[in-house]
């Protein structure tokens, strides 16, 4: 019986469907596990053959968890809002919903041919209002709470409004966007708009003045990630910087337990390390400058408050307020083309790109140790959410000063004794003399750092700051809140309705509040979002309901928002809803919230070690304060897969010609390299007639061809459309099988590296599969030659050092040498002729995660129970594994001719001997004398003569 992948795969698919194999129930019987993959964007181009490497890694791990009796959660669905919907909706006037709805189709299908054990049951897609409905929810709890710096937690805000009319809010220590003071009676005194204004300062969701990356052809803001070199990677259009007034989550009130979080999870140390810099922890003093000859006064937040008399200049962020208050009348015109400039820089763009910029705003601070006029200078270096917007200059002991006071030809002054005042002397090491304040400096009090370490001096300036009311010691983080705001159509509507210009929260009890109709997907003429074409888009508060715009009157009725939440709103507790997707009353029930806990296993790209990983923690941990999340921190365990990269082809065009000459010719002609589909090459051999076909101008192509071939060129490049590199896992599966194509992106490498796809190797896989199968079934026959036969030594260990090697594999996601085991084991089993039923089923449970649709057939053939799913998976007994034997190679002056059986324990003398008498030995010693004898323990022995 030939190995018929096409007609097994369809079978068990089939089969699978109809018997539920992966439908997952709460079962307090069995341990639980949770697998969870980044689910996908849907979009109309379909997966290749890069996306599935995560999602089969962890498949394998899901079914290796569940043959070891844990009951698995492994679920599945479609982050589904997002620009690139909304893109082709304004270029072809079709409904996003509709295109969504047919992307997600196509990726299903694609799924299912894979034979992924997802429990499609749990599905979620984030446009669904069943879904969303809870992200509206969240939000609106957010909303209704404050974070306690005391308590370390989010608390609802009414304990604010009780609380601010007895005592104001003396001895409040929450987080907040603007440091406020007011007392009782103040309080009482407002109006509901004043106090509404004032609790906008504390809520974890709230309004607020930011600086945002925004496309005017996009009408939108964009996130960091979705702009690229300053435009919008949708579409390639200019991104300005702007203040606008947007919703945030006051994600910064969350800063030190997102990185105490990190200390509790088992991320690799990179990830790990890639979060705490962004977080960005960092313990300073914030001391206030006076500006000269005015009565401004700024603050600045420094780590290094002892370098205060190295300070030579001071720098503005571009975006800072104090910018046109400090711009005196001769440096306007400079300032202002240098802030036009700045607005057409991403944040992204000026952390990583060191150029040196900047201009004179013509204004002066005054050193408060010193009394020195230091210039202000205003630089992109330098960015607005990051401590105050301002920072003081020490160029001799920090870089990008240092460039930029050599760049602007400005003062340098070293603070450390014998100091090398160059780019490569910024390590001040903590045993470090300190030499300040510099000779002819005069220091405020007599105050002098002279003598000290870096370590006491900063303690000291730290101390004398506080003491004298020059400023206050505080940590600080570069995180920033999160922008929630997007002037989109297609993504969550807010549950927000404003009356006298305050946001207010329509009942909870009337969530989800769903996406309107509209008649175009574009901004309105005024500038508004594409909500603003909404006809019926107004708020009834007596009724409860949404009602016609006509209908507001702003004392019953009143405007709804007309931004939509951005795309990270709907991932970021997504993993929840998978545990409890069909319950109507909550996010997640306590029953399923407290059995499946938190996630065990989340897979996914490096691309989301910042955003998604940030914000998706950030909201757990509120859900966790609130009661609605039974665990602070959501992924246990996190890998990130790498990618899968294109296998470029090349044909080659003579100049001037429509003539193509193969790689090995290709220097005797001056010619262009074009990409070709890889789709028409075979082993790097062009299908001519398949070229000729594939685009108009080709139709007469001529080409020189090498043997009878044309040979095309390659590389390894990303796997993208343009560059024709693009595998279809679809045609991966019809020419060899899901179960090949499994199989052959593990064996590709290591799961958390990237490689290069290369079509032509996909043949050993499929080549293995066949001798798998063949071990089974007599060739060329339906005959099962699977029995009862007593198993042998050979085959025992055989068998038992493949289960001990891919049990430890799986553990170390080292899947790569899993497939190489299983190769090696069945090569052995083929020439030992093993028939044995026991230790061949072992072998059909252990390849089951790995190639599920042929175990599962070979499972049903050798009569095993049920799904091979629900097997027990085996443990190696060691016993099978000791070596009573060992074969060591026999070679003469290094060149092995013939191989010898000895006892695993025997001694050299008895090695030595036995070469020396058998007869095959005496070729190669007549009339040779023997110089000396090498014995490799376990390996070989080698014998010298000459």
């Avoid at 006298?500 to 309107?516: D, R, V």
């Avoid at 914000?615 to 890998?639: A, H, I, M, T």
């Avoid at 001037?656 to 890889?678: A, E, Q, R």
């Avoid at 007639?689 to 390894?716: I, Q, S």
């Amino acid at each position: 019986m030939e190995y018929n992948f096409t007609d097994i795969e369809r079978k068990w698919q089939r089969r699978w469907v109809e018997q539920h194999t992966y439908k997952v129930k709460e079962d307090k019987d069995k341990k639980k596990f949770y697998v969870l993959n980044m689910f996908p964007y849907p979009s109309g181009a379909g997966l290749h053959v890069g996306h599935p490497l995560g999602y089969i890694a962890s498949d394998i791990y899901a079914r290796y968890k569940r043959l070891q009796g844990f009951n698995v959660l492994n679920p599945m669905g479609y982050d589904a809002y997002g620009l690139p919907a909304e893109q082709y909706a304004i270029q072809t006037g079709q409904h996003p919903a509709i295109t969504t709805d047919a992307n997600i189709k196509r990726y299903r299908e694609q799924l299912d041919k894979i034979g992924f054990s997802f429990d499609w049951d749990r599905e979620i897609r984030t446009c669904d209002p069943e879904y969303y409905h809870w992200t509206q929810w969240a939000f609106q709890k957010m909303f209704n709470s404050y974070y306690c710096n005391d308590s370390k937690k989010a608390r609802p805000i009414d304990e604010l409004t009780d609380a601010f009319p007895k005592y104001g809010n003396e001895g409040l220590n929450a987080a907040c966007s603007e440091e406020l003071h007011f007392t009782a009676d103040e309080w009482n005194s407002w109006d509901e708009k004043r106090r509404q204004e004032v609790l906008m300062n504390y809520r974890i969701a709230y309004l607020g003045e930011t600086m945002v990356n925004w496309c005017p052809q996009l009408g939108t803001v964009l996130a960091n990630d979705e702009v690229v070199d300053g435009v919008s990677e949708r579409g390639g259009y200019p991104v300005v910087q702007k203040k606008m007034r947007q919703w945030c989550l006051r994600v910064s009130a969350y800063a030190q337990r997102l990185l105490d979080g990190l200390e509790t999870i088992d991320w690799t140390e990179s990830l790990k390390e890639t979060q705490k810099n962004w977080i960005g922890r960092s313990e300073g003093t914030e001391m206030l400058f006076k500006v000269a000859d005015s009565d401004i006064d700024f603050t600045i937040f420094t780590t290094r408050a002892d370098t205060i008399f190295g300070v030579t200049f001071m720098v503005l962020a571009p975006e800072s307020e104090l910018v046109d208050q400090l711009t005196t009348g001769e440096q306007r015109a400079a300032v202002d083309e240098y802030i036009a400039y700045v607005k057409k820089r991403t944040e992204r763009d000026r952390i990583s790109d060191h150029r040196v910029t900047g201009v004179f705003s013509g204004s002066y601070a005054v050193n408060p140790f010193t009394g020195d006029k230091i210039p202000v200078w205003i630089s992109e270096y330098v960015l607005a959410g990051y401590g105050t917007g301002a920072i003081m200059a020490v160029p001799a002991h920090d870089s990008r000063d240092y460039a930029f006071a050599r760049h602007f030809n400005l003062p340098i002054v070293p603070l450390i004794e014998g100091a090398d005042v160059s780019e490569q002397s910024f390590d001040a090491k903590e045993g470090v003399v300190m030499n300040s304040p510099a000779e002819g400096k005069t220091a405020i009090d007599g105050f002098s750092l002279n003598g000290l370490t870096v370590k006491e001096a900063i303690a000291k300036t730290k101390e004398f700051v506080k003491a004298h009311d020059m400023g206050r010691v505080k940590v600080n983080f570069r995180l920033r809140d999160a922008i929630f705001s997007r002037q989109r159509y297609w993504g969550e509507p807010f549950p927000v309705y404003y009356k006298e210009g305050m946001p207010y929260m329509i009942p909870e009890e009337c969530l989800p509040l769903e996406l309107p109709e509209v008649a175009k997907f574009l901004p309105t003429e005024t500038g508004e979002p594409p909500l603003g074409h909404a006809t019926r888009w107004a708020w009834d508060t007596k009724n409860n309901k949404v009602v016609d715009n006509a209908l507001i009157d702003n004392v019953i009725v009143f405007p709804l928002e007309l931004n939509t939440m951005p795309g990270f709103a709907g991932s970021s507790a997504y993993y929840l809803r998978y545990m409890d997707p069909h319950n109507h009353e909550a996010l997640v029930g306590k029953e399923a919230d407290g059995y499946w806990k938190s996630v065990d296993l989340y897979v996914g790209g490096t691309e989301h070690a910042t955003g998604h990983l940030i914000y998706s923690r950030f909201w757990n941990k509120f859900l966790f304060d609130c009661g609605y999340s039974c665990k602070e921190e959501p992924f246990g365990k996190l890998v990130n897969q790498g990618m899968i990269q294109g296998r470029s082809n090349f044909v080659y065009r003579i100049k001037d010609t429509n003539t193509f000459v193969s790689l090995g010719l290709k220097d005797n002609y001056d010619t262009t390299p074009i990409h070709v589909d890889v789709n028409i090459v075979s082993g790097d051999v062009l299908d001519v007639e398949a070229f000729k076909a594939w685009r108009p101008e080709y139709n007469d192509a001529e080409f020189v061809l090498e043997d009878g071939k044309y040979v095309c060129g390659w590389a390894v490049e990303k796997m993208s459309k343009s560059m024709y590199n693009v595998v279809n896992p679809d045609m991966i599966v019809g020419k060899y099988g899901a179960d090949t194509l499994r199989l052959y992106e593990m064996f590709l490498g290591p799961v958390e590296q990237s490689k290069p796809w290369d079509t032509n190797g996909i043949d050993g896989c499929h080549r293995f599969l066949k001798k798998f199968w063949g071990l089974f079934y007599k060739r060329g026959t339906d005959e099962l030659t699977v029995n009862d036969s007593e198993a042998t030594p050979e085959q025992l260990k055989s068998v038992h050092k493949l289960i001990k090697k891919v049990t430890q594999d799986i553990e170390n996601f080292s899947y790569n040498t899993s497939i190489s085991a299983f190769m090696i084991c069945v090569n052995e089993l083929t020439q030992l002729k093993c028939t044995n039923r026991e230790l061949l089923r072992t072998l059909v449970v252990l390849i089951a995660p790995f190639a599920p649709h042929i175990a599962e057939e070979l499972w049903e053939a050798t009569g095993g129970e049920g799904s091979v799913c629900d097997a027990q998976w085996p443990v190696h007994d060691e016993k099978y594994l000791v070596e009573t034997s060992v074969k060591l190679g026999v070679a003469f002056n290094g060149k092995c001719r013939f191989d010898m059986m000895f006892a695993a324990d025997a001694d050299n003398k008895t090695v030595e001997a036995a070469v020396m008498v058998d007869e095959r030995s005496q070729k190669y010693l007549e009339g040779k004398q023997i110089v000396k004898v090498i014995i490799v323990p376990k390996r070989m022995v080698n014998i010298v003569v000459k």
